[in-house]
């Protein structure tokens, strides 16, 4: 069975930083692009970052070099580090298997002003 969890969500002020992971299992890890998204109360839920199986990386013009996404095959993990956050960044943040309608359950991130 294919499951994805994540975990390193918080509550954070503005400026500060948070870690998410994305544990895979299931699945062969080393062969899955991957992709954080993000949905925030009243929106749609939107793409933040993706990352291929060889770590070539891509990120939502709203990121502004504050996040970075990266990957350990050996532990099948994929992290989202982000920084400099803001209130407009308050979501649920999701990894999904990219393409797929493979997502984990999600993880909170509550930024304060």
């Known amino acids: 069975q294919v499951q994805l969890v994540e975990s390193g969500g918080g509550s954070v002020q503005a400026g500060g930083s948070l870690r998410l992971s994305c544990v895979v299992s299931?699945?062969?890890?080393?062969?899955?692009?991957m992709g954080w998204h993000r949905q925030a109360p009243g929106k749609e839920r939107e793409l933040v970052a993706t990352i291929t199986y060889d770590a070539r990386t891509n990120y939502a013009a709203f990121v502004k070099g504050r996040f970075t996404t990266s990957r350990d095959k050996d532990k099948r993990t994929v992290y989202l580090q982000m920084d400099s956050l803001e209130p407009a960044d308050a979501a649920v943040y999701y990894c999904?298997?990219?393409?797929?309608?493979?997502w984990g359950q999600g993880t909170q991130v509550t930024v304060s002003s």
């Open positions: 299931g699945i062969n890890f080393r062969v899955l692009p």
């Open positions: 999904q298997i990219d393409g797929t309608d493979r």
